[in-house]
C-alpha cells in the first residue's frame, strides 16, 4: 500500500516536468511578439529556481561525499573504489569528446557559413594545469562553499570523511550528525524539485520566446550533430561498459536509467537529477554505500554530454569562421575538454564557461560562442541526460567490480 502511494506521487512528477516542457515551448511561440514580457516576467521565476538548485549543490556534494566515505569505514577500500571511479570518469569523457569531434567532423560539410562579424561574448580567462592541481586544494573552509568551488569541496569532502574513519569512536557522533544532514538537504532538494515543472516551464519559455523558431532551424545541423553524438555514446560506451564491465544488459540498464534520463531532460541539471539517479541506480543493483560517493562526484567532475557539446560546437564554431582543425588541435581539444569539465557542478548552463575555455585553448575565436548560445538550453538538456547516465554507469560497473575483488579476496 505504502509503496503503491510512493509511485503515485513520483511518476506524475516527471511527466508534468515534460508535460511544462512543452507547454513552455508552446507558450515561447505564442509569445515571440512580446519577447520582453516573458523575460521580464517569466524569466525571473526560471531563475529563482535555478538559484534554488545552486544553493542545494554544495551540501549536497559535500555531505554525500563524507557520507560516502564514511560508509565505506576503510580508507584502503575508499582509495581503490575512488581510483576506479576517476579513471572511469576520464577514459569515458576522452571517448565522449573523441566522439563529438568525429560527430562534428562528419557533419561539418552541412554547417552553415554563418556570418560571423560583429559577434560578442565576454571572455573567460584560462588556467594553466599547474594551477588548476594548486587550485584543487583549499586554503580556507568557508570560500570553496561561499563561492562553490566544487572540487576544493570534494577535497574537503574526502579529507573530512578519512578523518573521521581514523578518528573512530570519538567521530562517531560527528559520522552521525553527517549522515543526518545529508538526509535533511536531501529532503530540502526533494522540495525544490518539486517546483521543477514551474521553473522548467519559466526557463524555456523565454528562451523560445527570444530566439524564435527561426535559430532553431538555422541552427538544426549542429543541434542533430550533438544529439546523435550523444545516442552514439550512451547506445556505444555506456552499453559495452555496462555489458562487459559492469554485468548488465545494456538494455535494462537504459530501461532502469529512463526515470532519471527525463528528469535530467527537463530539469538541465545533474546534480538535481542525483535523488532520481540515486534510487534509479540502487533498483539496478548498485551498491548504495558506492553510489552515494561515486554519483555525486560524478555530478561533478563527470560530463561525458558536455564533453560531446565542446567536440561538435569546436568544430562548427571553426567551420563558421572557415578554420580547419588540425589533428594537433583536436589532440589539444581532447585534453582540455577532459580537463574542462572537471570542477564545474551540474548545473545549467555550466557547459558553456567550458567550450570558452576549449576554444581559446586552439586559438579559435571565443566570441563564436555566440552562435550557439542562443540554443544552449536545447544542447544543455541532452548534455545532461548523457551525463547522469555516465555517472549510473560508472555506479554499476564499480559496484560489480567490487564485489568480484571481494569475492577474489574471499577465495584467497
Ligand atoms: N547542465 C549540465 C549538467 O548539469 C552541465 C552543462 O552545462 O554542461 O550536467
Redesign the pocket.
Given at each position: 500500500m505504502e509503496h503503491k502511494e510512493e509511485k503515485k506521487i513520483k511518476l506524475p512528477l516527471a511527466a508534468k516536468i515534460f508535460i511544462a516542457l512543452l507547454l513552455g515551448i508552446l507558450a515561447g511561440l505564442a509569445l515571440q511578439s512580446h519577447a520582453d514580457l516573458a523575460e521580464t516576467y517569466i524569466r525571473p521565476f526560471g531563475t529563482i529556481f535555478l538559484n534554488l538548485l545552486k544553493f542545494i549543490v554544495v551540501p549536497i556534494v559535500l555531505f554525500s561525499i563524507i557520507d560516502g566515505v564514511i560508509s565505506m569505514s576503510d580508507i584502503r577500500k575508499v582509495g581503490v573504489i575512488g581510483l576506479r571511479t576517476v579513471v572511469y570518469y576520464l577514459c569515458t569523457t576522452a571517448f565522449a569528446i573523441v566522439i563529438g569531434l568525429a560527430g562534428g567532423s562528419v557533419f561539418s560539410r552541412f554547417f552553415p557559413v554563418l556570418e560571423t562579424s560583429g559577434l560578442s561574448f565576454q571572455e573567460t580567462e584560462g588556467v594553466p594545469p599547474m594551477e588548476t592541481l594548486v587550485n584543487m586544494f583549499p586554503s580556507n573552509i568557508i570560500q570553496p562553499m561561499s563561492e562553490a568551488i566544487m572540487l576544493q569541496v570534494i577535497v574537503m569532502a574526502i579529507l573530512i570523511g578519512f578523518a573521521i574513519i581514523l578518528a573512530g569512536e570519538e567521530a562517531a557522533p560527528a559520522a552521525k550528525g553527517i549522515h543526518s544532514f545529508g538526509v535533511v538537504f536531501m529532503k530540502c532538494m526533494d522540495i525544490i524539485l518539486r517546483l521543477s515543472p514551474v521553473g522548467v516551464f519559466c526557463l524555456i519559455c523565454p528562451v523560445v520566446a527570444s530566439n524564435g523558431a527561426s535559430i532553431l532551424g538555422s541552427l538544426a545541423m549542429v543541434l542533430l550533430a550533438a544529439y546523435v553524438c550523444y545516442l552514439v555514446h550512451m547506445l556505444v560506451v555506456y552499453s559495452a561498459a555496462v555489458g562487459l564491465l559492469g554485468g548488465m544488459r545494456p538494455l535494462d540498464f537504459l530501461k532502469g536509467q529512463l526515470p532519471a534520463m527525463i528528469f535530467a531532460f527537463s530539469s538541465?541539471?545533474?546534480?538535481g537529477t542525483l535523488p532520481v539517479n540515486m534510487k534509479g541506480c540502487e533498483k539496478m543493483g548498485a551498491d548504495p554505500e558506492i553510489s552515494s560517493f561515486v554519483l555525486p562526484l560524478g555530478?561533478t567532475i563527470n560530463?561525458d554530454?558536455?564533453a560531446i557539446?565542446q567536440g561538435v560546437c569546436a568544430i562548427f564554431i571553426a567551420a563558421c569562421y572557415g578554420v580547419r582543425l588540425t589533428p594537433g588541435q583536436m589532440v589539444t581539444i581532447v585534453l582540455t575538454a577532459t580537463l574542462a569539465s572537471i570542477g564545474?557542478a551540474?548545473?545549467?548552463?555550466?557547459?558553456?564557461v567550458?567550450l570558452a575555455m576549449v576554444l581559446q585553448s586552439v586559438g579559435l575565436p571565443v566570441e563564436g560562442i555566440a552562435l550557439v548560445a542562443g540554443v544552449d538550453r536545447i544542447f544543455?538538456m541532452g548534455?545532461?541526460v548523457v551525463?547522469?547516465t555516465g555517472d549510473a554507469s560508472c555506479a554499476i560497473v564499480v559496484s560489480r567490480q567490487e564485489r568480484l575483488r571481494e569475492q577474489r579476496k574471499a577465495a584467497k
Open positions: 538541465a541539471s545533474s546534480v555530478a560530463m554530454g558536455t557539446y564545474t551540474g548545473v545549467p548552463g555550466a557547459g558553456v567550458m544543455d548534455r545532461t551525463n547522469i
